[in-house]
Structure formats: C-alpha cells, structure tokens
C-alpha cells in the first residue's frame, strides 16, 4: 500500500492548478508528501462527498481547498470532516478573487475554515500553515520548516539595489 500523503489539496477546476500549484511547491520544498485532486462541488458532488468522508481514513492530516468564484469548496469540505480545512481564494476574472475570499471566510460559527489571501500568497501560506500544524508532532519537519524561514530571512536584501537606466 502507498504511504499516506498528509496533505490533500483539492481544487475546484484545472483553471484552480495555476494558483493552487504555488501550495504543491511549497510543500515540495519542505519535504511534505501531498495528493492533488480536482473536486468541484458544483461540477463533481458525489466526488466531493467521497473525497470529503474519506480524507481522514486515507491517512491525510490536512486538507487545503482552492476555489474561485462561488467558492463552497472549502466550507463544503469542512462540513464533512472535521480534518483542518484551509481555503485559499481563487482571483476570479468577474470580480478579482473579492466573491472567492467572502464565499470562503463567511462560515457560519460551528464549521470552521481557515481562510488565507486571495491567489498565490494564499496558496503559499496554506502551505505553511498545513506544515505547521504537521510540524507540532514532526521534529523533522518543524527543522526544516525554521530552515525555509531563515533561509526567506536572508533572501531579503539589506538595501534596494540602485537602479540604472
Ligand atoms: C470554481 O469555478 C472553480 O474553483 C474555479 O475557480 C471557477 C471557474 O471554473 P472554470 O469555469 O474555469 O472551470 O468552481
């Protein structure tokens, strides 16, 4: 049997995969094994209730859901696991990722998703927070967690580089 992946990302459309790989990568630098699905709430419900009722028994520890629009995604995740759900705003075309963010964030008090920026800072820091979390029972993980920060640390110039034109 294949080993568990901890963290699931699922997005609601390949269009989500632009934004949502931005989470992909930042796990892939930290060493944290993931599974990537399209899951459409809309599209795909009976996926989105399999996926959602079995995350946990499939050995993930959690779940980053990416969607764009009127995004249930995340909250609908969230209303069928209690696994930690992160939503990461997808910016849509009509109404730049402002419907996504309030689609997301406005959960009613009972079913919680950690709502994160609207497109690629979202994706990035889901990542982190997923690491995170993993990281509480990881010591390996929470080494290598510190490293990416120092190492972000010392990308920051002291000063802006003059610029010549
Ligand atoms: C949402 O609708 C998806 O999460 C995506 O952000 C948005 C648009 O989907 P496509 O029409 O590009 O497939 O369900």
């Known amino acids: 049997m294949a080993a568990a992946r901890p963290v699931a990302i699922i997005m609601g459309s390949q269009s989500d995969w632009a934004t949502m790989r931005h ?4 796990l892939d630098a930290l060493g944290v094994p993931h599974e990537t ?3 459409s709430a809309h599209r795909t419900p009976d996926r989105l209730y399999a996926f959602a009722k079995g995350a946990r028994a499939a050995g993930h520890k959690v779940v980053i859901a990416g969607a764009g ?3 249930h995604l995340p909250g609908m995740t969230a209303a069928l696991t209690s696994l930690p759900v992160f939503g990461v705003p997808v910016e849509s075309k009509a109404l730049s990722g402002q419907d996504s963010l309030l689609s997301i964030v406005q959960m ?3 079913i919680p998703v950690g ?13 982190l927070l997923a690491a995170a979390v993993l990281a ?3 010591e390996g993980l929470a080494e290598r967690l510190e490293a990416w920060r120092q190492a972000q640390s010392e990308a920051v110039a ?8």
Do not use: F, M
């Open 158 to 165: 002291e000063r802006p580089e003059t610029e010549t034109s």
């Open 23 to 26: 989470a992909a990568e930042t």
């Open 69 to 71: 629009g009127a995004a």
């Open 37 to 39: 699905r399209i899951v």
């Open 136 to 138: 509480l029972t990881d």
């Open 115 to 127: 709502t994160l920026a609207i497109g690629r800072a979202g994706a990035v820091n889901a990542a």
């Open 108 to 110: 009613p008090a009972g």
